[in-house]
């Protein structure tokens, strides 16, 4: 909490301080983002976004809540508003059909290959909520409430998100186990 | 099969999070065979991409502050955005809600007893005196509005019947 406290106070000063506190969380943000979104692309996107709506809300930040959450809670909610305008613009494609122009051979297949990297395997077993909840308890050490604080929802919904992706991965690696 | 299956059947069926919160999850996290249906942290981490502390930095912070501390009018947030459709949609249902009231209030009129063939319009004060006089067309039923004067100098007259209702409203005001 002191620690929080001492962020807190770093943040308001802005210039270093504030730019040595968030390089202390760009790779865990990153992390985490990536796994969301499935991207780099979208993953620094994210990020970006999420270092510039803290230092705009700097001064909001209460040191009582825990900064840790407090941030990944912002990612959280910029990965999902990406992933939203991914889906519209999906589905406005789709509803276009043959009109839009088709990309030329070898265009867009980097980034996509790019993209198929390894949470590609958990982008098609687990939704964003069940991504970000598996990404923040394995990758970050959150606990169940400590998710909860950053999904938005309650401790329950936390733990139950978490169960599923727990019991897709652990099905995922039982029929697939000669793949790892 | 064991009880796991089942456990695992329930958390499908269940409909709320805090029903499988308690029947499931708690018990899942004692149970040994049911922990061992889960992915560990160690086995969830086989799917997670690891960014490097010291990796390649992809975003400029020097940039990205000196942007943010340029900009003397930061971007509209979205509540700042939402502020007039709020102010509008408040006025809109402000304006049906009058609407509302009145008709409601000419139904309720119109369907009351006791009307007469004359009625006073205005209020004679001393500040703004005020007469008229309307009254019944001869044999036909309808009102006719002879005159409204205020401060004995003649006044515009605004008349206004709702549709499917006998009563009529009459404004008057100066010239």
């Known amino acids: 909490m002191t620690d929080d406290y001492a962020v807190a106070a770093g943040l308001r000063r802005g210039g270093e ?29 994210a990020c970006q976004e999420t270092f510039v709506q803290i230092f705009r809300n700097r001064e909001a930040y209460d040191p009582a809540r825990s900064f840790r959450n407090w941030i990944f809670a912002i990612l959280y909610r910029r990965c999902i508003d990406i992933l939203r305008k991914k889906r519209r613009s999906r589905d406005a494609a789709i509803r276009l059909g043959n009109e839009l122009p088709r990309p030329a051979r070898g265009q867009g297949q980097d980034s996509e290959a790019a993209g198929a990297a390894v949470p590609a395997r958990i982008l098609a077993l687990l939704s964003a909520r069940e991504r970000a909840a598996v990404a923040l308890w394995a990758g970050e050490g959150f606990s169940a409430a400590e998710i909860s604080a950053v999904l938005g929802c309650s401790a329950s919904t936390a733990r139950v998100t978490l169960f599923n992706a727990r019991r897709k991965l652990k099905s995922f690696l039982e029929n697939n186990h000669g793949s790892f | 099969m064991d009880h796991s299956d089942g456990i695992m059947a329930l958390a499908r069926i269940l409909p709320f999070a805090s029903w499988k919160d308690r029947l499931l999850v708690r018990h899942a996290e004692r149970c040994p065979a049911c922990a061992a ?139």
Do not use: C
């Not at chain 1, 506190?21 to 620094?44: C, F, T």
């Not at chain 2, 205020?150 to 006044?155: F, G, K, S, T």
């Open chain 1, 17 to 45: 301080e504030f730019r040595s506190v968030m390089d202390s969380y760009w790779a865990p943000l990153m992390g985490a983002a990536v796994n969301i979104l499935g991207n780099r692309e979208d993953a620094e996107d």
């Open chain 2, 37 to 175: 249906r889960l992915a560990t942290a160690e086995e969830a981490r086989i799917f997670l991409v690891r960014i490097p502390q010291t990796g390649n930095r992809v975003w400029n912070p020097a940039a990205l502050l000196g942007a943010s501390e340029a900009s003397v009018r930061p971007e509209p947030s979205r509540t700042l955005r939402l502020r007039p459709a709020w102010r509008w949609t408040a006025a809109a249902a402000g304006f049906g809600l009058a609407v509302l009231l009145t008709w409601s209030l000419v139904r309720s009129l119109s369907s009351g007893p006791g009307r007469t063939g004359f009625a006073s319009v205005g209020r004679r004060t001393a500040d703004a005196p005020a007469e008229s006089r309307i009254g019944p067309h001869a044999g036909s039923g309808d009102l006719r509005l002879a005159y409204i004067r205020i401060d004995n100098e003649p006044a515009r007259a605004i008349v206004f019947k709702p549709r499917d209702s006998n009563l009529v409203l009459v404004w008057a005001g100066r010239y």
